[in-house]
Antibody
Framework: EVQLVQSGAEVKKPGESLKISCKGS????????IVWVRQRPGKGLEWMGI????????RYSPSFQGQVTISADKSINTAYLHWSSLKASDTAMYYC??????????WGQGTLVTVSS | QSALTQPASVSGSPGQSITISCTGT?????????VSWYQQHPGKAPKLMIY???NRPSGVSNRFSASKSGNTASLTISGLQADDEADYYC???????????FGGGTTLTVL
């Protein structure tokens, strides 16, 4: 069974750093792209970026370039989303999803990030 | 502002059919057959309902169908059921440097 399991909810202060994770199982983790998607409270889905764990090839949506870093450790089937300095506007639910050809066929359960002073 | 335009809300009675539109441009929906649709219930992760314009993943009810004409894709849900009440998002590949885009989402209310 394909599963993407994300790390738990986080509460952080502005300026702090954070790395959240997404662990894949039940399939060849290095053979599919992983996408990160942001959903702010009460808002729609936003495509953040995509990584191929096989070789760590990474692409960012222009809105997120320089704001976050996407990485992966194929030895433990895990992808990451990292912020070096959080802002209140980063408060959102973050989803990882497996990109299969042309769609996101499996999704993680989401990680809620709350940034507040 | 989202790259793909969806109506904010649609509604229908149980048993009826509804259609949700997703309008893009010749740089995305109009030029690629890589349109997908996602269902999201409150507090849950999105679920893939349609890929490659009109294909249903295994396990998705055949009450869900989709198509594309020009720059507009459409999702039709027939025989509406209470559990269909959710938010629906379209997505498409785009030749712009964003690579992939979502629509703004449509809230379906089953009356």
């Amino acid at each position: 069974e394909v599963q993407l399991v994300q790390s738990g909810a986080e509460v952080k202060k502005p300026g702090e750093s954070l790395k959240i994770s997404c662990k894949g199982s039940g399939y060849s983790f290095t053979s599919y792209w992983i996408v990160w998607v942001r959903q702010r409270p009460g808002k729609g889905l936003e495509w953040m970026g995509i990584i191929y764990p096989g070789d760590s090839d990474t692409r960012y949506s222009p809105s997120f370039q320089g704001q976050v870093t996407i990485s992966a450790d194929k030895s433990i089937n895990t992808a990451y989303l990292h912020w070096s300095s959080l802002k209140a506007s980063d408060t959102a639910m973050y989803y990882c999803a497996r990109h299969s050809s042309s769609a996101l066929d499996y999704w993680g359960q989401g990680t809620l990030v709350t940034v507040s002073s | 502002q989202s790259a793909l335009t969806q109506p904010a809300s649609v509604s229908g009675s149980p048993g009826q059919s509804i259609t949700i539109s997703c309008t893009g441009t010749s740089s995305d929906v109009g030029d690629y057959n890589y349109v997908s649709w996602y269902q999201q219930h409150p507090g849950k992760a999105p679920k893939l309902m349609i890929y490659d314009v009109s294909n249903r993943p295994s396990g998705v009810s055949n009450r869900f169908s989709a198509s594309k004409s020009g720059n507009t894709a459409s999702l039709t849900i027939s025989g509406l059921q209470a559990d269909d009440e959710a938010d629906y998002y379209c997505s498409s590949y785009t030749s712009s440097n964003t690579r992939w885009v979502f629509g703004g989402g449509t809230t379906l209310t089953v009356l």
